[in-house]
């Protein structure tokens, strides 16, 4: 009886590849495990065992695998469950899900390499010309890459050839597979067991006594024995003893102590939980309730609380709850800005039961995390993280917290699959029989209408914690300051004059701009032309710091015009302001203190977060301007005054969820003004003081625009009425991506008649020297989501049947945001 196995590529392929395995690893084979099988000509890939069976593929000869990689599963069913359901809802390939769900170290991708045999017998006059030449580059180096053996012999078919020297049993080829994964070794050292009784002990130190820098660092090792149980490292001696490393390695050397090594872990937490227990307010226990009791009939809470009424202790509590009933706890947040602080409250409460996964972390210390969770081991108890950490191999998952749950961070943009960490998140939930809360100030329209609808539980906290107030909102009216000429750069005098009075309180301040840069536009007075990307349709933004102009889509630069590229004239000015140029007018106007930026630009690196927050947090810095990365739910003491630069650039964009995104953002940002016991301010900068959004903002109307935006989304058909998924086509020829997207529109019309909009160009139809073109469908609520995907697969087979299209991309995302 033959044996095969289906197994889940790392590739974007639409369906699953059979390998043919024999009866002894039949028997060894679980889905989950990986497995080095070829593909191609010359290619061998890591893939996931998905299926073991005894049907034989119909179109084509199964090959057998190379080899198997793990003693037991490294993805669990519940894994391989949740990546079908992801492939099959976004309409992806499962090769994507898989490459966006394990670390990259454990997808090893294979170099063919040739190796010599030790022991063979070289006849030169047995060997052709080729051959010998083979033979000779081998005996020089240990092995070569099939590539190189191109180059040697200047020919690109050279497996005839050294399949001949396999069968002269001179040479071996080999799929060498790389592993990545390098555990951190730690040194430690041991005092050598002969010396481990009093006699021995007064021996020894007699011994020493010419050698005092030896002595010495011995008796700190029993200073520091007698101190902590815990294995000691050289470093911490060396530290302790005030002694150097050479002297203690030279103790090594005479055999007193032992030096060993031991694999440690890149995230270990050395503190202690140090805060025992948590004290909730009224409000806070009765929300703690209400959820409670809505979780035990909905599989979903909506946790609808203010800025800073406390929810994150609410979170803390009910963890608390499902740790001790031995489950798992998962705690998504959208960005890694937020995980810092958070986990320290974490850490503070649960010691080292929290793990932390996110993208800036490096490979080794992904894979640490991952195998944690999958040992289902004491320090995998809470895990934190951002979106990505939906595809954990969780053992026994009991809580998903999704905090902030309206932003749309959680949204994969590129590449597949394009998920939603939120709605994920219910999923994966639900898979482990677990309940999920959604915790949100401004909750998304979406999360809010299913609440209503009872298809999530609802509880509100509308109160802030402590009984602070909530921050006062003022709007300043920018048209009228620029009349009265009561503007300094971008600053009202309103907003001057309540930065001075902050600052003299020795209070901090914060200011929202949602540009980065200096300027977005440099123009022309004389002719009006302002510098355009080569290779995006979006103007240059202006750098002050490194004097450039710079595309935000693909990183185009050059340096600043001192006139202009069109007509030579050298009045050009700069439009519109970033981030960078609110830091430049501060700096000038208030010298005296310490402003900082957080946006793309300056938290590039890993710990680059961290860096900004603590000192803000300590106080090192003044001011802080940013954009949104501030607004999201960080938790600062001393802020008396929150700025919103302008709210038009946010209201006036091209979206239908721009007023409802606007509306989340500036009282996010408002939030986290005054959250100690002073009542904090907020001032809003715009050009339309009277706009609706910017009314219900200043007075805090959720309710209000809820109830308008429903009305609309529901006049104009979008979510959460109808579902939609969005068609992109991409392609470096403009009328072929034109005649592409025409024949796509006319098939799904066909089909779906007026639901179809589009093809349409986006507000930029050019990146990368390559031109874009949407086409939206709607899916009204009694349409089946499952048949409307069927129809659209259809389409895109037919379409990429079409050999004149070839060149032309189509990315499909569902429920875009």
Excluded at 14 to 24: L, V
Excluded at 123 to 143: H, N, W
Excluded at 299 to 307: D, K, N, P, R
Excluded at 383 to 412: C, M, W, Y
Aim: charged content about 25%.
């Amino acid at each position: 009886m033959s044996h095969f196995i289906d197994v889940i590529l790392p590739l974007p392929l639409q369906k699953r590849f059979t390998y043919a395995i024999d009866e002894g690893e039949a028997s060894f084979l679980q889905p989950g495990m990986r497995v080095a099988v070829p593909f191609g000509k010359s290619k061998v890939y890591t893939a996931i065992v998905a299926k073991i069976h005894q049907t034989p593929p119909q179109v084509y000869e199964a090959k057998p695998i190379n080899q198997i990689l793990d003693k037991q599963p490294l993805v669990t069913t519940q894994q391989l469950a949740f990546w079908s359901w992801i492939a099959s809802y976004y309409m992806c390939a499962e090769g994507d899900v898989l490459k966006a769900a394990l670390p990259g170290a454990f997808l090893l991708e294979s170099e063919s390499v040739v190796q010599l045999i030790k022991s063979a017998n070289i006849e030169e006059a047995d060997l052709k010309d080729e051959e010998y030449l083979v033979i000779e580059a081998l005996q020089r180096q240990s092995s070569i890459k099939i590539q190189e053996v191109m180059k040697i012999l200047d020919k690109k078919s050279v497996l005839p050839i050294l399949n001949a020297l396999v069968e002269k049993d001179l040479v071996v080829l080999n799929q060498e597979i790389y592993e990545q994964y390098k555990p951190k070794k730690v040194a430690f050292i041991k005092l050598n067991p002969d010396f481990d009784n009093e006699a021995t002990m007064h021996q020894l130190l007699d011994e020493l006594e010419k050698a005092p820098k030896q002595k010495e660092a011995l008796l700190s090792y029993f200073t520091l024995k007698a101190k902590q149980p815990k294995p000691i490292k050289i470093k911490d001696l060396s530290e302790k003893s005030g002694v150097a490393t050479a002297i203690i390695k030279s103790l090594v050397k005479k055999e007193i102590l032992i030096e060993y090594q031991e694999k440690t872990d890149r995230l270990s937490y050395g503190g202690e939980a140090s805060e025992k227990g948590i004290k909730l307010s009224e409000l806070q226990q009765q929300a703690f309730s209400e959820i409670k009791e809505g979780l035990k009939e909905l599989e979903v809470c909506l946790f609808h609380g203010i800025t800073s009424s406390g929810k994150t202790e609410v979170y803390i509590k009910l963890i608390e709850e499902v740790i001790n009933s031995g489950k798992q706890a998962l705690y998504v947040l959208p960005e890694i800005a937020l995980t810092t602080q958070l986990i320290q409250r974490l850490r503070n409460y649960f010691g080292d039961k929290v793990l932390v996964y996110h993208s800036k972390y490096s490979i080794n210390e992904r894979v640490e995390v991952y195998r944690h969770i999958l040992e289902d081991s004491e320090k995998a108890r809470i895990i934190v993280g951002a979106r990505s950490s939906i595809f954990l191999p969780f053992a026994n998952l009991g809580l998903v917290v999704v905090d902030e749950e309206h932003e749309t961070s959680f949204k994969q943009f590129d590449p597949a699959p394009r998920y939603h960490a939120r709605d994920a998140a219910i999923v994966l939930a639900n898979l482990f029989k677990a309940k999920t809360i959604l915790g949100s100030a401004t909750p998304s329209l979406e999360s809010y209408f299913n609440a209503e609808h009872h298809k999530y539980a609802l509880v509100n906290l509308n109160r802030r914690y402590g009984d602070v107030l909530e921050p006062e909102i003022e709007i300043v009216d920018l048209k009228t300051k620029y009349k009265k000429k009561e503007m300094k750069g971008h600053f009202s005098d309103r907003m001057l004059q309540e930065i001075k009075e902050t600052l003299k309180l020795g209070e901090q301040v914060i200011l929202f701009q949602n540009r980065r840069g200096f300027s977005p536009v440099l123009e022309c007075n004389t002719c009006g032309h302002s510098p355009q990307c080569p290779n995006c349709d979006v103007s240059l933004t202006y750098h002050s710091h490194n004097n450039q102009l710079r595309c935000h889509y693909c990183g185009y630069h050059i340096a600043m015009q001192r006139k202009c590229m069109a007509c030579d004239s050298p009045e050009i000015t700069t439009k519109g302001f970033g981030t960078e140029q609110i830091e430049t007018e501060l700096k000038s106007i208030f010298p005296e203190y310490k402003t900082a930026r957080m946006d793309q630009d300056t938290t590039r690196g890993k710990y680059a977060y961290e860096k900004l927050i603590t000192a803000f947090e300590q106080q090192e810095i003044d001011i802080l301007i940013g954009t949104q990365m501030l607004t999201k739910g960080l938790d600062f003491r001393k802020i008396n005054l929150v700025g919103i630069m302008n709210a038009d650039n946010l209201l006036n964009f091209p979206d239908f969820r721009a007023h409802e995104r606007s509306f989340q953002l500036m009282l996010q940002v408002a939030g986290r003004a005054g959250r100690t016991k002073k009542r904090g301010k907020v001032l809003i900068q715009s050009y339309n003081p009277h706009h609706q959004i910017v009314q219900q903002v200043s007075i805090g109307d959720y309710a209000g625009m809820y109830k308008d935006q429903l009305e609309e989304r529901y006049n104009y058909k979008y979510p959460p009425f109808y579902r939609l998924i969005r068609l992109t086509l991409k392609c470096r020829d403009y009328s072929k991506t034109n005649d592409a997207a025409d024949w796509i529109a006319i098939a799904m019309k066909n089909v779906f008649k007026e639901y179809v909009l589009g093809p349409e160009f986006p507000p930029v139809a050019r990146i990368r020297n390559e031109y874009y073109k949407n086409i939206l469908l709607k899916i009204p609520q009694q349409q089946s989501l499952g048949k409307t995907k069927l129809a659209i697969s259809r389409i895109m087979e037919s379409f990429r049947a079409i050999s004149a299209f070839r060149s032309v991309k189509v990315v499909i995302n569902v429920d875009p945001v």
